[in-house]
Nanobody, 115 residues
Framework: QVQLVESGGGLVQPGGFLRLSCAAS????????MGWYRQAPGKQRELVAG???????NYADSVKGRFTISRDNAKSTVYLQMNSLKPEDTAVYYC?????????WGQGTQVTVSS
């Protein structure tokens, strides 16, 4: 069992920035593909960014150039740096860990972009 704990969400003005963190409970964190998803009210959960255990990354078109995903295997933590935030980025952001056929989710952290 892997526990994922997100932090760093909050209220920010348009154009601002936030850094989300997701700490994992297992020492084999380095084996997992990690991702950040988000779900806005009335919408489906969508992939925001992912990072493989080898460090390859992918991003949703809507966040390319603004968001950066990274991982620190020594700290069993994955980060999402979010810059130039827009109101449409408002959502609950979830951390995700995948190893072969097993998937784990965090509890989510709210990000609200509003003036």
């Amino acid at each position: 069992q892997v526990q994922l704990v997100e932090s760093g969400g909050g209220l920010v003005q348009p154009g601002g920035f936030l850094r989300l963190s997701c700490a994992a409970s297992r020492s084999i964190f380095s084996l997992y593909t990690m991702g950040w998803y988000r779900q806005a009210p009335g919408k489906q959960r969508e992939l925001v960014a992912g990072i493989t255990r080898g460090g390859s990354t992918n991003y949703a078109d809507s966040v390319k150039g603004r968001f950066t995903i990274s991982r620190d295997n020594a700290k069993s933590t994955v980060y999402l740096q979010m810059n130039s935030l827009k109101p449409e980025d408002t959502a609950v952001y979830y951390c995700n860990a995948v190893l072969t056929t097993v998937t784990y989710w965090g509890q989510g952290t709210q990000v609200t972009v509003s003036s």
